[in-house]
């Protein structure tokens, strides 16, 4: 398919873009610790632009090292000692022919003291963020004053820098936006009140920004279509907002939404949609004349182009599509869509910056990592090497081996593809896992990868290969605990109910363990017409989740009538009836059910492994069969494995 809006020409201001693809700002906390742009930062940015993008947007970057940081290592632009890195990544940027923009922040409220070394958090009032849960104090007016001056400042620095542009953050629930929303602006000086004083602060930075700058200096301002907070901004008044900026002469709206209170709209998780938010967007280019970028879950280059061709946006921001696989832009150029690694919404990348760690993409183990693991050698001389299991681990360590030259016999116990990641697919919105296990599957059939369905290797076949390494990657076991009548034939694990050997229909449930293996199973049990109970140990629900994929779901399940019971023990399980105990308590209790579905994890098996080890040279262990872990493990265990495969 010929992408031909995805692939025009645009323009912000007076900057022409050579395509419609954004990257817009992601977190990434690969700044060094001085805030200076490192050299990891930089090969991240350019393998994005190499790969097709016409505008990169920074991540988040400080203008005031007082109480606006917002990461411990986090992009800085507060002084000009950071002119020179930063004209290092520009330089990096544009020899793709890309261009980039730095974006200007500050996290006002939405900020942990911690992070500014032990200060009160500030905000436009006195208002504490829920998701926060630290009252901040609310800034002087002098203090705003100051402020603004210092987001020319960092303006100032980025053109100095040669930055193509710079991009205000005004969305997000950050101060910016924290001053323009009704729900957190309750100042009575210049700068609350009405719409036109919450909107002050705002217009004096872009103002300054034109003044010092030069008109022609592109400036682009991320606001929030909808905050989806109660009493906070709505689309209507966000429609009045971008109106007075094109006013001031903005060049472009970047359109998002969501609040650190509603933080499930600002990075969905895997149930979200593509597409699913881009009224807003097509709202927004209704009323402005000038450029709007959108960020609305895009996954497919089919559907950039459709938004494009529907006149919803001017730019496509893709955002974690290219954390997935950077070649986004070069593979739909060249129409090879197929090999896209899509995106599976996983929240793996937020989670890992939001625990103060460097960005991490469960499906590409290079992200950030691209100078500590460059193209690989080619030097496998076509020696073979087997890997024994067919889920994440072993596709991804099948494809670096092939990349690399080796050649590697791929077996799968299954008649498919994909491991406990192919099982996870199947409970309801989790269709994005099967974009990426259908990349996976064409990539290994591009690199002409011998995979051996339904077949599971024995000791002797192996050594029939001579293999000059095997990679066992075959899983691990459901865990079965030693609980009276656990070996019932009413009982039966989530691989089990997954694969359709368990066919569970119109019964009384009980779910035991509450990780997001057991709630996504809870919620494919209930949509087959169950009555589902599931019961968790700890002292709540989902306790090693991450909590928005957590607030995901569960919403779902209640709105399913599924019940959730924390701090309870599975004691017995008899025919018709489960015996549950209270921990906290000691209370019993007997509860009638038809089945019991256990997920309570998975062990690894050493016995296969032991064998293997004392009669091949080289034999190595990848994903749950070392660790049980999450899919981005398994895929940076099948990596690093093969590619240090000497």
């Not at 599976?344 to 760690?357: F, G």
Request: aromatic share 6%; glycine share 10%; with cysteine.
């Amino acid at each position: 398919m010929k992408y031909e809006k995805l692939f025009a020409a645009g323009r912000i201001g007076r900057l022409e873009l050579r395509n419609r693809i954004v990257m817009p700002a992601m977190g990434t906390s690969l700044a060094a610790a001085s805030g200076e742009a490192s050299d990891e930062m930089i090969a991240y940015y350019e393998e994005r632009a190499a790969g097709g993008c016409g505008l990169i947007i920074t991540e988040i970057t400080r203008v005031d090292n007082e109480t606006g940081v917002g990461t411990p290592n986090q992009l800085n632009a507060s002084d000009l000692l950071y002119v020179p890195r930063l004209e290092k990544l520009a330089r990096a940027v544009h020899r793709h022919d890309s261009r980039i923009f730095l974006q200007l922040q500050h996290p006002g409220r939405q900020n942990h003291g911690r992070l500014i070394g032990g200060k009160q958090i500030v905000a436009p009032s006195a208002v504490m963020s829920s998701a926060i849960g630290e009252m901040p104090r609310e800034l002087t007016t002098e203090e705003v004053e100051a402020l603004v001056g210092k987001f020319v400042f960092g303006a100032y620095i980025a053109q100095l820098a040669g930055i193509d542009g710079v991009e205000i953050h005004g969305a997000h629930g950050y101060l910016i936006g924290q001053f323009l929303s009704p729900l957190t602006n309750l100042r009575t000086d210049k700068y609350g009140g009405s719409l036109e004083g919450r909107m002050r602060f705002l217009c004096e930075i872009v103002q300054g920004i034109k003044k010092t700058c030069g008109a022609g200096f592109p400036v682009s301002v991320r606001i929030d279509g909808d905050e989806f907070v109660p009493g906070g901004i709505t689309l209507e008044e966000a429609l009045l907002t971008a109106l007075q900026l094109e006013k001031l002469g903005v060049d472009c709206i970047n359109v998002s939404a969501g609040t650190y209170e509603s933080s499930n709209t600002i990075i969905e998780p895997i149930s979200y949609p593509q597409g699913w938010k881009k009224h807003l967007a097509a709202a927004m280019k209704q009323a402005v004349q000038i450029p709007v970028i959108a960020c609305d879950v895009i996954r497919k280059p089919d559907f950039a182009e459709c938004l494009l061709e529907e006149g919803n946006t001017d730019f496509v921001a893709l955002g974690r599509a290219l954390l997935a696989d950077p070649q986004w832009g070069n593979k739909a150029a060249e129409g090879r869509e197929a090999e896209i690694r899509t995106c599976i919404s996983c929240l793996y990348c937020i989670q890992e910056v939001m625990e103060c760690k460097v960005i991490k993409c469960a499906v590409n183990a290079r992200v950030g990592r691209e100078l500590e693991f460059p193209e690989p050698q080619q030097n496998g001389d076509g020696r073979v090497v087997a890997v024994v299991g067919g889920g994440p681990a072993g596709m991804e360590a099948a494809r670096v081996l092939a990349e690399r030259k080796f050649k590697p016999v791929l077996f799968e116990a299954r008649d498919v593809l994909g491991g406990s990641v192919e099982l996870g697919s199947r409970p309801p919105l989790k269709e994005k896992l099967n974009w990426f296990l259908d990349s996976m599957e064409h990539q290994l059939e591009q690199l002409h990868v011998d995979v051996r369905l339904s077949e599971k290797p024995t000791l002797e076949q192996l050594r029939e290969l001579d293999p000059y390494a095997v990679f066992v990657a075959a899983g691990a076991q459901p865990i079965i605990p030693a609980i009276p009548g656990v070996t019932g034939d009413n009982v039966c694990t989530v691989v089990d109910v997954l694969s359709g050997a368990a066919v569970i229909r119109d019964k009384r449930v009980v779910v035991i363990g509450s990780g997001m293996t057991g709630l996504e199973t809870a919620e494919y049990l209930a949509e087959q017409g169950n009555q589902v109970t599931v019961v968790e140990m700890q002292p709540r629900i989902g306790p090693d989740a991450y909590l928005p994929n957590l607030i995901d779901i569960v919403t779902r399940l209640k709105k399913n009538g599924v019940q959730l019971l924390a701090s309870t023990k599975l004691v017995e399980v008899r025919e018709g009836t489960v015996v549950l105990e209270n921990v906290s308590t000691g209370d019993i209790s007997v509860q009638d059910t038809d089945a019991v579905v256990l997920s309570i994890g998975v062990s690894p098996e050493r016995g296969f492994v032991n064998e293997l080890k004392r009669v091949m040279p080289q034999v190595k262990v990848l994903g749950d069969a070392a660790k049980p872990g999450r899919i981005g493990q398994a895929i940076q265990s099948g990596f690093e494995t093969a590619y240090v495969l000497k």
